[in-house]
């Protein structure tokens, strides 16, 4: 598992923050409850910031000195990211609440977001969130895409808490990304509603991916019901309804998207599907190439083309294929895993023992890691140091 590298700024990025809108909740004629059933669990996010005994008994004890010599913001921070003590770790697998979080010592970007929130509100410290704009992570499960984006948040001072000489700034925000990635990085104030609805959303995704579809619908309308300016739920509910196989019930909830957001290349890309689902073929392909003309080299496009020469056997092409894609998209495992295959085809046993640490070091799940951990075994064995 990766250690966290947290990263602690002194003041707020540059922000566009904009006041707080009531949104009209999403139209009734976009659900089907009769399509999916009742989940085996209701999806909801009531213990969401929840903190149970034994985070509060940290907060007491374990924290007790920082909160007292450091004060509660920088305290809370050395406390939790030091890695002598709570020793966290990044896992995507799947997105946990605080108690979770804390309980497991794993959580991806919003899980540690809302465990960090968690222990903020308990000590009466003031919480905003942050959407950062940054490079989009792409991943793939049978023929859906999902794109990860980043969040961060920031703490305040409480309003009777002095501020010394030393330590003047009165906010903290923390992000889990390095410095490097995070400079020049704009981001806009989002409200806690909406990070439930994220939350949720992450749920929906994940049981989709499980193939879950009755709990992945629970969670993806209680996300649009809490946040209905939320787009990225309205087209987690599209894909729920085409695998369901109901396309033109998702073509309602995809046509929402593109309302607010035309140039959705998400979106786009699933009503492409939803299209020629219903038999609408020319509308399909009209609607492929407006999106081939804004985005002529999509996620996964040179993975795809390194895996056909793959499969032809051509590990030439497929090498140069699979490191344009690399170049792109570094912090992609599947992609150099794929790398590193090419390589070895190719006799290269360096760049494939190189690109298989590299897609060890950049996963973000424990099944990846010990499928990458025993290749690099299999090298060992093989005499190949």
Same mark, same amino acid.
């Given at each position: 598992m990766k250690r966290l590298a947290v990263l602690f700024l002194c003041a707020l990025l540059a922000a566009c923050a904009s006041a707080p809108q009531s949104s009209p909740p999403p139209p009734?004629?976009?659900?089907?409850?009769?399509?999916?059933?009742?989940?085996?669990?209701?999806?909801?996010?009531?213990?969401?910031?929840?903190?149970?005994?034994?985070?509060?008994?940290?907060?007491?004890?374990?924290?007790?000195?920082?909160?007292?010599?450091?004060?509660?913001?920088?305290?809370?921070?050395?406390?939790?990211?030091?890695?002598?003590?709570?020793?966290?770790?990044?896992?995507?697998?799947?997105?946990?609440?605080?108690?979770?979080?804390?309980?497991?010592?794993?959580?991806?970007?919003?899980?540690?977001?809302?465990?960090?929130? +968690?222990? +903020?509100?308990?000590?009466?410290?003031?919480?905003?969130?942050?959407?950062?704009?940054?490079?989009?992570?792409?991943?793939?499960?049978?023929?859906?895409?999902?794109?990860?984006?980043?969040?961060?948040?920031?703490?305040?001072?409480?309003?009777?808490?002095?501020?010394?000489?030393?330590?003047?700034?009165?906010?903290?925000?923390?992000?889990?990304?390095?410095?490097?990635?995070?400079?020049?990085?704009?981001?806009?104030?989002?409200?806690?509603?909406?990070?439930?609805?994220?939350?949720?959303?992450?749920?929906?995704?994940?049981?989709?991916?499980?193939?879950?579809?009755?709990?992945?619908?629970?969670?993806?309308? +209680?996300?649009?019901?809490r946040a209905p300016e939320f787009l990225s739920a309205y087209n987690t509910l599209g894909v729920l309804y085409l695998r369901r196989g109901h396309p033109a019930q998702a073509e309602l909830a995809l046509a929402r998207v593109l309302a607010h957001d035309p140039v959705n290349t998400i979106a786009m890309a699933n009503m492409v599907r939803v299209l020629s689902a219903q038999g609408r073929a020319e509308a399909s392909r009209e609607l492929a190439a407006k999106l081939a003309r804004i985005d002529p080299e999509p996620p996964y496009h040179f993975f795809d083309l390194g895996q056909a020469a793959m499969r032809a056997g051509d590990y030439t092409a497929a090498h140069n294929w699979f490191a344009k894609e690399v170049a792109r998209a570094p912090y992609q495992h599947e992609f150099h895993f794929w790398l590193a295959m090419a390589g070895y085809q190719l006799g290269d046993v360096a760049e494939a023992r190189k690109h298989l640490t590299m897609a060890l070091e950049t996963s973000t799940t424990r099944s990846n890691q010990r499928l990458y951990s025993a290749k690099l075994d299999h090298l060992k064995q093989l005499g190949m140091q």
């Open positions: 009734l004629q976009l659900f089907n409850d009769e399509l999916f059933g009742s989940p085996a669990k209701p999806a909801h996010a009531e213990d969401l910031f929840a903190m149970s005994d034994e985070m509060k008994r940290y907060v007491d004890v374990e924290m007790a000195y920082q909160l007292r010599s450091r004060g509660n913001q920088k305290g809370l921070l050395d406390a939790l990211y030091n890695r002598q003590q709570l020793k966290l770790e990044y896992d995507s697998e799947r997105t946990r609440t605080a108690i979770e979080a804390f309980d497991a010592r794993t959580g991806n970007c919003l899980s540690l977001v809302i465990m960090t929130a +968690a222990f +903020a509100k308990y000590l009466g410290l003031p919480v905003s969130y942050q959407s950062v704009y940054t490079d989009e992570t792409w991943t793939r499960n049978q023929d859906t895409y999902f794109a990860s984006s980043h969040v961060n948040l920031t703490l305040g001072r409480r309003l009777f808490d002095s501020s010394s000489s030393s330590d003047s700034q009165r906010t903290w925000t923390i992000d889990f990304l390095p410095p490097d990635d995070l400079r020049g990085q704009r981001s806009r104030v989002v409200e806690e509603n909406t990070i439930v609805a994220m939350y949720m959303n992450n749920r929906a995704v994940e049981s989709l991916a499980a193939g879950q579809l009755e709990a992945a619908y629970s969670w993806a309308r +209680a996300a649009m019901e």
